[in-house]
């Protein structure tokens, strides 16, 4: 659609990896399944919404989780739809604790949709593919469960403000893809977002 994509978990991961003081505060949260605490992924998306290349819009890929994070979001930026992918748990922890990642380029993998053409490598760079910690079934467990409590209410939120929208995210990557742009045309949000000087 040629709108940023911004996730907070990968730049929640790069702050990791690069050591910085956020990513070393992150970093226990991440590992055991749960919600990095609001004050940090706000820190962090707030450096970032006021890059040049976020002016003309983005999208949030895992934010905001938490009616918190949804209050402090609105005070940093209008948003034109939420979009809630939805999918049976049973489907979404086959697929989350299947997926691999290359360390070097970043491709994603899924051992059952996805799978590399060499058992755990990488088809770009032959890297060892590797499951984030986050994958593991039993941090998985945890973020559904801290999602029913944390997250879900969310919908309400939204649906109360008239941004909401539900897709079917049980089908394949392309079907999924046609639903949304079903939802949101191409350009239509950057045709709604004003330039704003690269300030959110």
């Known amino acids: 659609m040629g709108i940023l994509h911004l996730s907070t978990g990968?730049?929640?991961?790069?702050?990791?990896?690069?050591?910085?003081?956020?990513?070393r505060a992150a970093d226990g949260h991440m590992r055991s399944g749960g919600l990095v605490p609001d004050e940090l992924?706000?820190?962090?998306?707030?450096?970032?919404?006021?890059?040049r290349d976020a002016a003309t819009g983005f999208i949030l890929d895992g934010f905001p989780r938490t009616l918190d994070q949804a209050r402090a979001?609105?005070?940093?930026?209008?948003l034109d739809v939420v979009v809630s992918f939805e999918i049976p748990s049973a489907v979404l922890l086959e697929r989350l604790t299947g997926?691999?990642?290359c360390p070097k380029c970043g491709?994603?993998?899924?051992?059952?949709s996805r799978p590399p053409k060499e058992a755990g490598r990488c088809d770009q760079d032959g890297a060892e593919l590797l499951q984030r910690a986050d994958?593991?079934?039993?941090?998985?467990?945890?973020?559904?469960?801290?999602?029913?409590?944390?997250?879900?209410?969310?919908?309400?939120?939204?649906?109360?403000?008239?941004?909401?929208?539900?897709?079917?995210?049980?089908?394949?990557?392309?079907e999924v893809a046609t639903r949304l742009r079903q939802i949101v045309p191409a350009g239509h949000l950057s045709e709604r977002i004003p330039d704003t000087g690269g300030q959110p």
């Not at 990968?10 to 990513?23: K, N, T, Y």
């Not at 979001?73 to 209008?78: A, C, Y």
Request: a positive charge; hydrophobic letters at 40%.
């Open 73 to 78: 979001l609105e005070r940093l930026t209008p």
């Open 135 to 174: 994958d593991r079934p039993e941090a998985v467990e945890v973020r559904l469960r801290v999602y029913a409590e944390r997250t879900a209410p969310l919908l309400e939120y939204y649906g109360a403000r008239g941004l909401l929208a539900h897709l079917d995210a049980s089908g394949s990557p392309a």
């Open 41 to 51: 992924v706000l820190g962090i998306l707030r450096e970032r919404l006021v890059r």
């Open 99 to 101: 997926r691999r990642m």
């Open 10 to 23: 990968d730049l929640l991961r790069s702050a990791v990896a690069e050591g910085s003081e956020l990513g």
């Open 107 to 112: 491709s994603l993998y899924n051992l059952t």
